[in-house]
């Protein structure tokens, strides 16, 4: 089983980038899929939830802003970023959650948010 | 939503014992499941403690988890340090509707 994100880079404030979160060996849909993200240097941050039945949770940080979804034909997570911040740059990783455990995490993709 | 509050840092000889606590900021600690992460540097978290005390297959029983519900807190042990146990250590939990991490520790083996 496997995670790999795509779709990072570098983005000036107030734009907008989409991450995609592919699995190999899973079934994406299938699973309770978020977005954890860790700045530079900062611990780890809880960002997104999408559960299988389609609930999405956010972090008060990014709500109304980042948008979590999934494209079932293509079994792939998303997480759309708009009105980006400086505060926003970081890792993002893609992890499968069970039971409240993030048990499966990707390698991440660099979000750099600057002027 | 509450926080999880860990040491800045700890560090120990090889060999020796370690314990990192997590303490709740609000709510019951033994109220939600409590996890445990290690992460080395360039690479993704790997979970080493679930459900308060629970160990994945393939960490080795030098890795322990605990729950204090008269501090409201989480703990990690870390015995018979190796050099390989050097790395940031997240605890998490969540609430309702969502997840949160404590603030990390990172263990140096001396």
């Known amino acids: 089983e496997q995670l790999v994100e795509t779709g990072g880079g570098l983005m000036q404030p107030g734009g907008s980038l989409r991450l995609s979160c592919e699995g190999s060996g899973l079934i994406v849909s299938s699973n309770y899929m978020n977005w954890v993200r860790q700045a530079p240097g900062k611990g780890l941050e809880w960002v997104s939830v999408l559960y299988h039945g389609g609930s999405t949770y956010y972090a008060d940080s990014v709500k109304g802003r980042f948008t979590i979804s999934r494209d079932e034909s293509k079994d792939t997570l998303f997480l759309q970023m708009n009105r980006l911040r400086v505060d926003d740059t970081a890792v993002y990783y893609c992890?499968?959650?069970?039971?409240?455990?993030?048990?499966?995490w990707g390698r991440g993709t660099l979000v750099t948010v600057s002027s | 939503n509450f926080m999880l509050t860990q040491p800045h840092s700890v560090s120990e000889s090889p060999g020796k014992t370690v314990t990192i606590s997590c303490t709740r900021s609000?709510?019951?600690?033994?109220?939600?499941?409590v996890q445990w992460y290690q992460q080395r540097p360039g690479s993704a978290p790997t979970t080493v403690i679930f459900?308060?005390?629970?160990?994945p297959s393939g960490v080795p029983d030098r890795f322990s988890g605990s729950i204090d519900s008269s501090s409201n807190s989480a703990s990690l042990t870390i015995s018979g340090l190796k050099t390989e146990d050097e790395a940031d250590y997240y605890c998490q939990s969540h609430d309702s509707s969502s997840y949160v991490f404590g603030t990390g520790t990172k263990v140096t083996v001396l």
């Open positions: 992890v499968r959650s069970r039971f409240n455990t993030f048990d499966l």
């Open positions: 459900d308060d005390d629970q160990r």
């Open positions: 609000r709510g019951n600690i033994a109220s939600n499941y």
